[in-house]
């Protein structure tokens, strides 16, 4: 099946840092790529949808200017969160649809665990 | 038993017993709900989906149940393995917010603990 692959899968950083995780759709390309995050013993929470070759489209209440999405390619999206601090510690993860196939199949990667001192 | 608390909810079945998770969701245009399985540390993978012109969907050992009236959802796991301990999460995606297939809106999870 396709896979969607993120890295790094954990980070730390300091804080006051920027960090950058990278979500790439292996083998298929990804007009649309979405990315959540998730709090220990919590629910996925949808930040932000990934739009290759324009803005992303953030959910209420998520600050763009912190979280920053870049989707150059058909087959990558980038989320840096910028001036990191310990309350941004949390499970990042994106997911990725196959734009080739009409049912429009989702594929989760496997979350980049960030952790802010 | 199953209980719901601060924390995710459990539920905790003996090996070999059917396992109910149930879900409500909160939107009544949502078109389109999947179920995922989330094991520690690792992201969300794919079990079954139903489409909102369905109640019913089967899958290898797991169904899905839909009831539009009440803005309910459940997975139904037969003969439940310790393989099947996971955190499991229903997710919506939301027709009338002009939403792209894909964004999804997840419920709160229940925790499965199956003892052999």
């Known amino acids: 099946g396709a896979v969607v692959s993120q890295h790094p899968s954990r980070v730390i950083c300091k804080s006051g840092t920027s960090v950058k995780i990278e979500c790439r759709s292996l083998?298929?390309?990804?007009?649309?790529m979405f990315w959540y995050r998730q709090f220990p013993k919590q629910s996925l929470m949808l930040m932000a949808t990934s739009n290759e070759g324009s803005k992303a489209t953030y959910e209420q209440g998520v600050e763009k200017d912190k979280f920053l999405i870049n989707h150059a390619s058909l087959t990558l999206s980038t989320l840096t969160v910028t001036s990191a601090h310990p309350e941004d510690s949390s499970f990042y993860i994106c997911?990725?649809?196959?734009?080739?196939?009409?049912?429009?199949?989702?594929?989760f990667g496997e979350g980049s665990r960030l952790t802010v001192l | 038993g199953e209980s719901v608390g601060l924390h995710l909810p459990t539920l905790s079945v003996q090996e070999g017993d059917n396992s109910i998770i149930n879900c409500a969701y909160s939107?009544?245009?949502?078109?389109?709900f999947i179920w995922y399985k989330q094991e520690s540390g690792k992201g969300p993978q794919f079990i079954i989906d139903?489409?909102?012109?369905?109640d019913k969907r089967q899958g290898q050992r797991v169904t899905v149940l839909l009831n539009k009236t009440v803005k309910h959802l459940s997975l139904q796991i037969a003969a439940t393995q310790p393989g099947d301990s996971a955190v499991y999460f229903c997710?919506?995606?939301?027709?009338?917010?002009?939403?792209?297939?894909?964004?999804?809106?997840f419920g709160r999870g229940t925790q499965l603990t199956v003892w052999p």
């Open positions: 997911s990725a649809s196959d734009r080739s196939k009409a049912t429009g199949e989702l594929f």
């Open positions: 997710a919506e995606n939301q027709a009338d917010r002009g939403s792209t297939l894909g964004r999804l809106y």
């Open positions: 139903i489409r909102s012109n369905m």
């Open positions: 083998d298929f390309q990804a007009t649309t």
């Open positions: 939107n009544s245009a949502s078109d389109y």
